[in-house]
């Protein structure tokens, strides 16, 4: 029996499916691409659609007694914008996932047949760095040494500790 479980309730709900439809996609530019550049900026790889056809029943079978549509439809209701984690027998697990769409129609047999379109949320992890703190120093006063007049009305200061002229008015 496969399952699907709600992240953050820890709720899950088991499901006999009927058919599960992987549609993996990327998005490809339309521009033309020079020969020898990186495929990553021309190819983007699109979260994993998966699509599930399942069957959830009031009847179960001898000695195991099936969860009720009642059941299935309350958790249905729950699942909505919420993180997902899928294990289908025979597939595999596959973590971290949103309801986009989700249909179910009565069937003969008392159950109820349910088409979830699923989505893979891609979580990126957050790095920090820690920048270290400015260090400023307050602005020193260079000695100056007054050359004299150098011209009419112009001093010229010179900067000892640079050894650059400087011209006061």
Known sequence: ????????LNLEQPF???????APSALVTEHPVEQGVEST?????????ILVEAIVSDTGTPGRPQ??????VRWLTLAQGRFLDIVIDNEGEFRTYALEAAQHARTVIRGRVFRLRLKQVRIATALTSQIPEARTTAPTMAAEED?????PGRTI???LAIGAGLQNP
């Open 67 to 72: 969860p009720g549509v009642a059941q299935a």
């Open 16 to 22: 006999t499916v009927l058919r599960a439809d992987f």
């Open 147 to 151: 050359v004299g007049q150098q011209g």
């Open 41 to 49: 900026d021309q190819i983007k790889v699109r979260p994993l659609r």
């Open 157 to 159: 200061l010179r900067n």
């Open 1 to 8: 029996m496969s399952t699907i479980t709600i992240q953050d």
